[in-house]
């Protein structure tokens, strides 16, 4: 891996990380299915007009066209949505803690349901993963103050998103890479506009915090680390760019704790770096076994 994919995956997480701390505050003062919307809708036709005039085609291969609606849905629509609801009633470190179980079900559901061999550093991985999400989910319940309801809407959110890594692979390849990040976008806005008008009150408090809160999420980790992760997967693989991921927990804790003053205990900073380390022994898992006497 070289310096620019490492820092291309740095940058990815911590953007990615990000978005909860910016959510959190943005749905404290708008509806999260509506003003999810409106974020998909101005980032995706941003990066459909760059694209155009990068002279990127419509035209979508048939797996990318694929990828666009799945993850338009899956993605932006349920995984994002949901999560904007959930963090109306729970702090934006739970649901980092939440989202951060992806890779962990995604390497869970290829054993299960696809019978993909894992290797034992990712058995024992999935076991530690797992087990740090217990233990931090363990404490914050034991102590009181945590939204059912919001835990299982960033459940499903982070089951539908496993389902689209799952469904498809491959989608950034043949280029069109903006395109397709701006298609998903609106299609992920056609989706949540009209249950946003079915189940929502539209009042927005229009304040600075919530201003600046929403032109950040829609650029960086809406547009910006979007874009970045299929850049990356195109450079280094699908599997080395899971690696990333490792690094979420500990970002969107720390985000949260710094930005927003959420509490940080000492069981949540063992079970996030056990998660760490249970994201990143699945990973590493994964990797091609290269060997020693080829030359």
């Known amino acids: 891996m070289d310096i620019r994919a490492l820092a291309m995956g740095l940058a990815f997480a911590l953007m990615w990380s990000s978005a909860f701390t910016s959510a959190r505050i943005i749905v404290a003062h708008a509806p999260p299915l509506g003003i999810s919307a409106i974020r998909f809708l101005i980032a995706g036709l941003v990066a459909v007009a760059i694209a155009r005039f990068l002279g990127q085609s419509w035209r979508l291969t048939t797996s990318q066209a694929r990828a666009t609606v799945i993850f338009g849905i899956c993605q932006n629509a349920l995984y994002l949505g949901l999560f904007f609801v959930a963090m109306q009633t729970i702090e934006a470190s739970m649901a980092a803690i939440i989202a ?3 890779p962990l079900l995604v390497a869970l559901a290829g054993l299960a349901i696809f019978g993909e061999r ?3 550093l990712g058995i024992v991985g999935l076991a530690v993963g797992f087990a740090g999400v217990a ?6 319940l034991q102590g009181g103050g945590v939204d059912p309801w919001g835990v299982a809407y960033c459940v499903i959110g982070v089951l539908a998103l496993t389902f689209a890594t799952l469904a498809v692979r491959g989608a950034s390849s043949g280029g069109n890479v903006l395109m397709i990040v701006g298609l998903q976008m609106l299609v992920g806005a056609a989706v949540l506009a009209p249950a946003s008008l079915l189940l929502e009150e539209w009042r927005i408090d229009w304040s600075p915090e919530f201003v600046l809160a929403f032109a950040y999420t829609v650029i960086v980790p809406g547009l910006v680390a979007t874009l970045t992760w299929f850049l ?5 693989g699908a599997v080395k760019a899971a690696t990333f991921h ?4 500990f970002f969107g804790v720390a985000i949260a704790a710094l930005l927003l003053g959420e509490r940080l205990g000492p069981w949540d900073v063992v079970g996030v770096g056990v998660i760490m380390l249970g994201i990143l022994a ?3 898992s994964r990797q091609p076994v290269t060997d020693p006497t080829r030359k």
Not at 246 to 249: D, S, Y
Request: no cysteine; aromatic share 4%; hydrophobic share 50%.
């Open 246 to 249: 490792f690094l979420n927990p």
């Open 232 to 236: 990356l997967v195109q450079r280094i």
């Open 118 to 120: 894992v290797r034992p």
């Open 135 to 140: 233990l931090i989910m363990g404490s914050r």
């Open 100 to 102: 951060s179980t992806m």
């Open 282 to 284: 699945v990973q590493l």
